[in-house]
Structures are given as structure tokens and as C-alpha cells.
């Protein structure tokens, strides 16, 4: 992960590092990140822990429990809330909030669901980011050709989760 602190994009001369630390005994190929929608300058990182940066990237403190969660592939800040992130791992999926609160919010989800003998991954989340349906709304998609097993959505923050296939092809 870097920086340029140049105007110029293509000078990576000016290019910074700016890798929060980490400890993590994996190596991913592609560490999350997400720039907070809501705190100029912070970003959000991740291996096995979530970090924030409230400078552009220049120093990193690690989220309260959010220490040892495993390889993070995904996070999602919300909008509203954005104390509350959506992480998941290859194993489950979290929200975690500003205090250090964990969440487990996978029930429901098809995470232990296997094609020709890989398991269905989760791909992405997206949490709303319209104020007037609240940002307890969420989707996931996952990877495979699982009929009907694509999408899911919650209006509850994770609590409950039901499959989303509404114009979706399979």
C-alpha cells in the first residue's frame, strides 16, 4: 500500500509506504483497504487485524476486537455508523463497532456450502449508503454457481439474511 505525495500520478519516485504493520503468518495477494467515508484523511487496512490510519497512512493503531480474526479479505464502513465495519474472513463474517464489540452475523450465510470441492466464498459487501433506507441494510455475494446462492441481503445489520435473486441471472 502507498502514497503519492506528488501532483504528478506517474512519478513513483513520490510514492510512499504506507503498510500498516502487521504480524499476519499468511500471506494474501490483495490486503483490503477502504478510505472512510466520513474522516478526511483515514484509511482502513487489514490482515489479520483491522487497522486505522488517521493520517494519510503515516501511523496505524490496531481496532479494538479486531486482533487475531485470521486473513481479513473484505471491509465495508458504513456511511451513518461508520464505527461499525463489516469484516470477513474465509471463515465468517463480523461487525465489529467502535468500542471493540465482535459481532458473528454469518448465521444464515451459505459459508459452508462447497462446489466441486472449494467452498463457496464471500466476494464482496456493500453496505447502503442511502440515508433514507438506513444503513442497516447490507449485501454479500459470493463466488460459485450455486443456484440461488449468490446474494443475500439484511435490513437488521446481520442479524438475518435472506437470499437476494431478484433479476439476478444464476
Not at 487489514?46 to 487475531?68: C, E, F, N, Q, R
Not at 467502535?98 to 466476494?123: A, M, N, Q, R, V
Not at 446474494?151 to 444464476?170: A, E, I, K, Q
Amino acid at each position: 500500500l502507498s502514497r503519492n505525495t506528488s501532483a504528478n500520478v506517474t512519478n513513483l519516485l513520490t510514492r510512499v509506504n504506507i503498510t500498516p504493520p502487521h504480524e499476519s503468518s499468511h500471506m494474501l495477494i490483495y490486503y483490503p483497504f477502504e478510505i472512510d467515508p466520513v474522516t478526511d484523511g483515514a484509511i482502513w487496512a487489514a490482515y489479520d487485524t483491522l487497522y486505522k490510519s488517521i493520517d494519510h497512512g503515516t501511523s496505524w493503531v490496531p481496532m479494538p476486537g479486531t486482533l487475531d480474526l485470521g486473513d481479513i479479505n473484505r471491509i465495508a464502513i458504513s456511511n451513518s455508523i461508520p464505527q461499525e465495519k463489516f469484516v470477513s474472513t474465509d471463515e465468517f463474517l463480523v461487525r465489529v463497532d467502535g468500542s471493540g464489540g465482535k459481532h458473528d452475523i454469518g448465521e444464515g450465510l451459505p459459508t459452508g456450502i462447497f462446489y466441486t470441492g472449494k467452498k463457496l466464498l464471500l466476494t464482496d459487501i456493500c453496505l447502503s449508503t442511502d440515508s433514507a433506507m438506513s444503513d442497516r441494510y447490507a449485501w454479500v455475494s459470493f463466488g460459485g454457481y450455486e443456484s440461488g446462492k449468490k446474494v443475500y441481503r439484511t435490513n437488521d445489520g446481520g442479524s438475518n439474511w435472506m437470499p437476494y435473486t431478484s433479476g439476478l441471472p444464476n
